[in-house]
């Protein structure tokens, strides 16, 4: 099989790893706009080759689109126009209702798998790719009903192949789950990290009290714009009210400091801690109480 | 030399654990007015003997406070009180204006040594103790010329023994900083875990994306009322004016979001990156460009 990964960053870049580390491809030919990034990726020996796109595409079994979710949109009609029949596309983007509506009446609708791999660290380019990144984690495959059987199927098998559990959501679920629980924190990530620029005017302080917590918050502001930026344009919707109720709570807890109304603020934390019953995947009924230290 | 642990959490037990294993103290004496954690540590070896708040002070070389700051504030004067004269007490909490003014005219101000250990996980109680707590992160101490030197050399000691660097701040400084970095952070993530609870009801869901960053943005969300709620009225002068920004910067990044306006989000968030570099400790002239993937 000769695979096409377009785009080889961090994301793009770590399915050149994994599938190469599985021996799922005889081939693989990479994409890049930016040159030095192709250069980076061959010369690390990421990729095989790499190639033009319209030239990557119309060699390739399966086709990776690994760009960010403006360019998706951008690209995605003119690849299907160019593969072979029997060739298979798929996208790796973190919002789906504007790229499956971009080829919604594409003759060839039924190559393309709309994916969102659930995985990725706060670094980018193709010297952040990792062999570890998909294994155990999971990803979201929309509106399976509109891919032939054959193409899932290839899908499928490259995400089990690499370690990943599979869930299946329609669009628009897709992308009001991913506003509310993932694009939400980053927004709050990058605009804690703005506000601590802005307010603490001494470096090394910032860097001294980092281990209290910030750094951990703070992560994903470290994250790329140009990935970020056409994630939010596309999933504004969900995401406008993602926000506004953040800024409600924000406000809420504001007050209770004002007032110094000790009961409030414990209780607003109490709901809040619930989030470690959820994280460890536990259900309400298994919830053990956790002994406080006083 | 006798250590009086005054609270048997993650902080007072991980100290317990640090001594211990260096050999620092003969004998480990803790104090916990809830019964079960005094218990536990004892069971598992953490203290040598639980005794009652007054005992364990009378009969110690060094008294550690690590209790919530409110509970701080209220026992340090009786604790003074009760100390023999060469003894030497320090406190490990996350404020420290309140803190030191509440024994500031005690006549034996001078034993007290005003700390915050900066470490610490979203877990608590006496299990949560781990051994590695506090090595090669940093402490502040906060009004060193109103310690003693002998005191002073204790607890710097102390601090050095298992790891930890020191910082030397006023306790206007320590709080100011505290609320910029540490405290806000707390806050950010206390609400984010609210937000997301509230507004994607699906749980599964919440577990099945955690992995998109989620998961360590809300990390804080987990930590304890107990110990958070006095940490944010003692400081919400300072954290009054950090969350006014943040919110601000939410509302501008929202403002962005709504109109489409990505020029904006790009530069916000490019603006917000520079966390990167603080955070590796680089200064601004060894600052490297990262090469973005498109």
């Not at 890049?32 to 980076?40: F, I, L, W």
């Not at 939400?184 to 090394?204: A, D, P, Q, Y």
């Not at 109720?245 to 801690?273: G, H, P």
Request: hydrophobic share 40%; aromatic share 6%; glycine share 6%.
């Amino acid at each position: 099989m000769i695979v096409a990964i377009i785009g080889l960053g961090l994301i793009g870049g770590s399915f050149a790893i994994s599938i190469r580390k599985r021996g799922l491809a005889g081939r693989i030919i990479g994409v890049d706009r930016d040159e030095k990034n192709a250069e980076t990726a061959l010369n690390i020996g990421l990729v095989d080759d790499i190639f033009d796109l319209y030239d990557a595409v119309t060699a390739a079994d399966l086709v990776i689109v690994a760009v960010p979710v403006d360019q998706t949109k951008v690209i995605l009609t003119g690849v299907l126009d160019r593969i072979s029949n029997m060739a298979t596309v798929m996208d790796t983007g973190s919002t789906k209702q504007g790229i499956c509506a971009s080829v919604s009446d594409h003759n060839k609708r039924k190559r393309f798998v709309a994916t969102h791999p659930i995985a990725g660290t706060e670094n980018f380019g193709p010297l952040a790719a990792i062999s570890n990144l998909y294994n155990g984690k999971l990803s979201i495959i929309c509106d399976r009903e509109k891919s032939a059987d054959d193409a899932l199927e290839i899908v499928q098998q490259l995400y089990k192949s690499i370690g990943m559990n599979i869930v299946y959501m329609n669009p628009e679920e897709h992308d009001l789950h991913s506003a509310y629980v993932s694009h939400l924190s980053h927004i709050s990530s990058f605009m804690l990290g703005l506000t601590v620029l802005e307010i603490e005017k001494n470096e090394k302080t910032i860097f001294e009290l980092a281990g209290s917590g910030f750094a951990s918050t703070v992560r994903l502001a470290k994250s790329s714009p140009e990935m970020w930026t056409p994630i939010f344009e596309q999933n504004s919707h969900y995401l406008l009210n993602a926000l506004d109720t953040y800024i409600d709570k924000l406000k809420i807890f504001r007050e209770a400091i004002e007032k110094k109304d000790t009961v409030k603020l414990t209780s607003l934390m109490r709901q809040a801690n619930d989030i470690r019953r959820i994280l460890d995947g536990k259900k309400l009924s298994e919830e053990k109480l956790i002994t406080n230290r006083d």
